[in-house]
């Protein structure tokens, strides 16, 4: 029985779904979940589809923990959603319930499946390909980060041990250059070094949650443009999705991995390094859209590090990069050789012209302020 017949067979049937099933197809582009749209037909209303999703239990070993963290994080948008007059039908995600009542339904052969509700009239998109889609992504992980300001963030579960932990990538990067599994670490010499040499700044984020300078936080943790819902009519960022990886952390993480992603002249794996450097234009348009939102909900000094921040997170990912170039290609899904080692510098070109640009970046964040 292929997954399509399962779906109809066994899985529709053990979630609150109004109407009569009609058919199910895959839907969108996620590389972690299997997603699937399942259509139902209604008598006096129209048809209906909704979400329907195999958890990755691979790479989320505890399903449950998860779906609490989003149970727990979406109850408490909803409420925030109401209290300022908004439709939380479409401004956060609505789980839908097994027939016994859980968030949860494991399958005949062990799988754990999710639904939610769909959010008609609106779509994600892959590239920033106008500027106000990316302010308006940052206006909605703003608010994001403003309605949850008050949530408490330790409650949450770790669902990724250590994701946005650097001084713990650090430690994994270092392993990696002493084992020399793949024979490889000779040949990247230079890069080993640029990565050293800013060894330090791995530590800043971390230390100052230690050290409580910074607040710990919800935080999203794959803050990019496709994990926004924009509204089809106003190209409005209505709704965050993809709440996996929520999970106690800084502010700074996901302004910075927007930055990281969103703000780069060229693609992740571009090889000719000429086309690779940090837009400031970009980089200004989701400042300004993600402060109006969210200034106000920040400290002063996660404010002041915001520039820093997309360095940081362009520095972690370029040594996961690395890492995984060092340690045979082993977590990274390659399409040619040396993959993994282009991804990696089209990093380290972005750090350093982001480092040539800090001051300048600086100088942005201070007009939204």
């Not at 691979?58 to 399903?63: G, K, L, Q, V």
């Amino acid at each position: 029985m292929n997954m399509l017949e399962r779906i109809k067979n066994e899985i529709v049937k053990a979630f609150l779904f109004d109407g009569d099933f009609i058919y199910a197809e895959p839907f969108g582009c996620g590389h972690i979940n299997a997603t699937y749209a399942v259509y139902f037909r209604r008598e006096t209303k129209p048809p209906v589809r909704y979400i329907l999703q195999a958890v990755n239990t691979t790479i989320f070993t505890d399903p449950q923990g998860l779906m609490e963290n989003i149970q727990g994080v979406t109850s408490h948008l909803r409420k925030k959603i109401l209290e300022h007059g908004g439709n939380p039908e479409r401004e956060t995600l609505t789980l839908i319930p097994t027939r016994d009542g859980k968030l949860l339904y494991e399958d005949s052969q062990g799988g754990f499946w999710r639904s939610y509700a769909f959010i008609e009239n609106a779509t994600c998109h892959q590239s920033v390909d106008r500027p106000v889609l990316f302010t308006n992504a940052a206006r909605a992980f703003g608010r994001f980060q403003k309605l949850l300001a008050d949530y408490p963030a330790d409650t949450l579960h770790e669902t990724i041990a250590n994701f946005h932990n650097t001084a713990d990538r650090y430690a994994l990067f270092e392993k990696a250059v002493a084992g020399d599994i793949a024979g490889r670490a000779a040949s990247v010499e230079k890069e080993i070094r640029f990565f050293l040499d800013r060894k330090a700044d791995g530590a800043v984020v971390t230390d100052a949650i230690a050290e409580g300078r910074l607040p710990l936080r919800v935080t999203h943790n794959d803050t990019k443009l496709n994990n926004i819902m924009m509204d089809n009519d106003t190209d409005e960022g209505i709704c965050v999705i993809d709440l996996d990886t929520v999970m106690p952390g800084s502010v700074l993480y996901d302004f910075g991995d927007s930055i990281r992603f969103g703000a780069s002249t060229a693609d992740e794996d571009e090889q000719d390094l000429s086309l690779v450097s940090m837009d400031l234009g970009l980089f200004e348009a989701y400042t300004a859209g993600f402060l109006s939102e969210a200034g106000a909900s920040l400290t002063r000094e996660e404010i002041e590090l915001l520039p820093f921040s997309a360095k940081l997170l362009t520095l972690e990912c370029g040594m996961r990069f690395l890492t995984d170039y060092l340690n045979g290609d082993t977590y990274f899904r390659i399409h040619r050789e040396h993959h993994n080692l282009d991804r990696c510098r089209t990093q380290i070109t972005l750090v350093a012209d982001m480092e040539c640009k800090m001051e300048e970046m600086q100088r942005i964040v201070s007009k939204y302020v």
